[in-house]
T-cell receptor
Framework: DTGVSQDPRHKITKRGQNVTFRCDPISEHNRLYWYRQTLGQGPEFLTYFQNEAQLEKSRLLSDRFSAERPKGSFSTLEIQRTEQGDSAMYLC????????????FGQGTRLTVV | DAKTTQPNSMESNEEEPVHLPCNHSTISGTDYIHWYRQLPSQGPEYVIHGLTSNVNNRMASLAIAEDRKSSTLILHRATLRDAAVYYCILRDYSGGSNYKLTFGKGTLLTVNP
């Protein structure tokens, strides 16, 4: 297993365009998370899935953001009508669902909105 | 969430021990102390965690004060690959949102050759 995989690694888009990112978690992990990180700050929690159910969404996640995990495996994060303030690193993480388990992070997708 | 306080930055020399402090004076009895680190251009990675007793693993040691209001991550021999931002995070496993990691700004560790 190669860990958590994110695609693409980098995305440059024009303001107003829609973008979609993909995350493939570690195969046996039933928990999946999305975080956002801006320069000089620690990652901020966006949303959490247990299997295919989205159980929490941060108020950071405006209605332009939507995340799915249709079969409890990979997940997508879509941003509609991108704004310059959306420029950030988007990190995906996964973990097992029980006990004091660590989260494994992907390398992230760096989004630049021009 | 209970808050943690870390120095913004620290510097070390290669092959010397590094002690990274974290204050968490409002820690609750059910909060575990977790450490993650983030290397340049990478996602965070788990380092170590503990509740009350000191912990050791292949990456580091975690020393927890007796009153649990502070802890120290110890890298026994720093290498250039240990240069990263180190985050001290409290996780309450008894709570409903125990899956969430709340990151602060962390400590940027620079390792000099």
């Amino acid at each position: 297993d190669t860990g958590v995989s994110q695609d693409p690694r980098h995305k440059i888009t024009k303001r107003g365009q829609n973008v979609t990112f993909r995350c493939d978690p570690i195969s046996e992990h039933n928990r999946l998370y999305w975080y956002r990180q801006t320069l000089g700050q620690g990652p901020e929690f966006l949303t959490y899935f247990q299997n295919e159910a989205q159980l929490e969404k941060s108020r950071l996640l405006s209605d332009r953001f939507s995340a799915e995990r249709p079969k409890g495996s990979f997940s997508t994060l879509e941003i509609q009508r991108t704004e310059q303030g959306d420029s950030a690193m988007y990190l995906c993480a996964s973990s097992l669902g029980s006990g004091q388990t660590e989260a494994f992070f992907g390398q992230g997708t760096r989004l630049t909105v021009v | 969430d209970a808050k943690t306080t870390q120095p913004n930055s620290m510097e070390s020399n290669e092959e010397e021990p590094v002690h990274l402090p974290c204050n968490h004076s409002t820690i609750s009895g059910t909060d575990y102390i977790h450490w993650y680190r983030q290397l340049p251009s990478q996602g965070p990675e788990y380092v170590i965690h503990g509740l009350t007793s000191n912990v050791n693993n292949r990456m580091a040691s975690l020393a927890i004060a007796e009153d649990r209001k502070s802890s120290t991550l110890i890298l026994h021999r720093a290498t250039l690959r240990d240069a990263a931002v180190y985050y001290c995070i409290l996780r309450d496993y008894s709570g409903g949102s125990n899956y969430k990691l709340t990151f602060g700004k962390g400590t940027l560790l620079t390792v000099n050759p």
